[in-house]
């Protein structure tokens, strides 16, 4: 069974200093010509002798670009089409495709749920008929490509009922009602940067800006109101955070001046901020890294590409579709993650793509789809509240609240401050004795009608029965080695074809090339 597991697959995670394409991973023919974006990132790889890695293959992108667009693993239709389709454009027509379907909303919305702590229950207590209220908001603007200031706006200056008025919650998932902690989670969540780190003033001057939100209960069961404290009827002289003073007159939102300086195009913050987090999102790490930890000694390893992107963003006036595009068509993006070279400014300065591994809510949603079975879910929040529906994926749970044993295991973010690194990617033992050794995997690979099917096919052709099943799985063919290795295990005297799929099914969920992204 141990040849199953592919050794070759090792590739994916080592250095090489060997120019020479390593197949299938790679290609020797760029399917994209270079942009502004990569003249950036080849400039400041030259000016260290770094050599980039080889382009990426037909099969690695596909999978590739469907993990990283909306969480999703290709179907094995879907792998068949692309790897037949000779069309020289299809890539940049797969990433517009990608880019309107509505798991791209799912996801994305995910990713923004974990920024903005949508979560119903202790510590952030925003209780579930709000989470879903400012869930869908936060969905519906990314489906509909809500330009990112007016997003950012609506949200800054909220106020109203948690249940009726949707981005008034971003002022409720915030631990503590103080003006410092809502500073704190305004300069986080819109400047990339954590407001201890800034000088007693300017964190003196931001939390005026935000002294006058307060909060009231209603009649109706758990329902709050943001609002601005009547009784601060005289003017305000605060400080905004490039050090210039500002003078709210009386009758005016402070936080409305806030984001008038906040969104102006030429504001160092706002624009970068948003760019540099999308980045890293699809690279794994930021061009400024940790992407919300911005300061003046943590600077980007690429100012000229980061610059690049934030006045690109404005140009499209806040189109964050418009950025993933730039991005997904790209050299850079579109590179191999098998590196050339051994200096480690290499991963810093994007000489390759970063392997990292699936989030939680991916991973569990790839093996769903692989065996064609449900996950279940629980939730301290008493029913019908915590009633999901059988066909729910995981990526579109609304509610930090809402988990699974896997989802925990596997590292989802509690939700509770907001910041990129609650989400842990790391691998650990538990996590690897779970896909190998337990009941819940088992159950699901037994129980897939996905395999049942290929294992019917492997009496009559384990040939196409082996392809099938790494289609459905590593979206893409076996090599002729892998081929040979599984055909040896599958035709062995005395093997069961059911089982042979079952088997090889669970060797390639356990290997790197399943569970890291490349």
Known sequence: MNRLLLPALVCLA???????????????VWPVAMSPLDERVDAALKAHGIPAANPCS??????????????????????RSFLADRNPGKRAALIDALLQREEFSDY???????????????????????????HRWVRDAIHENKPYDQFARELLTSSGSNF???????YRAIQGREPAAIADAVALTFMGSRIATWPQDRRAGMEALFSRV???????????????EPSATGPLNAVLPDGSKIRVEAGQDPRQAFADWLLKPENPWFARNIANRVWSWLFGRGIIHEPDDSRPDNPPSNPELLAYLEKELVAAHYDLRHLYRLILNSRTYQQSSIARSTDPAAETLFAYYPVRRLDAEVLIDALC?????????????PEPFTYIPED?????LADGSITSQFLEMFGRPARDTGLESERSNEPTDAQRLHLLNSTHIQRKIDQSWRLIGIGRLGRMNPRLAISSVYAVVLSRYPTPEELNAALAYCTAPGSNPQQAASDLAWALINTKEFLYRH
């Open 14 to 28: 080592a250095v090489s200093v060997r120019a020479q394409v390593v197949r299938p991973f790679e290609t020797d």
């Open 58 to 79: 037909d099969e690695v992108f596909l999978r590739r670009v469907y993990l990283d667009v909306i969480g999703t693993l290709p179907d094995p239709e879907a792998v």
């Open 108 to 134: 994305w919305s995910l990713k923004w749920g974990d920024l903005l702590r949508i979560k119903a229950e202790f510590p952030i207590n925003l209780w579930p008929n709000a989470v879903q209220a400012y």
């Open 164 to 170: 009726r008025d949707p981005p008034a919650n971003f």
């Open 214 to 228: 307060a909060y009231k209960k209603t009649d109706e069961w758990k329902e709050e109101i943001v609002y601005l």
């Open 369 to 381: 789809s692989i065996s064609g079975t449900r996950e279940s879910y629980s939730s301290p929040i």
């Open 392 to 396: 729910q994926r995981s990526i579109a």
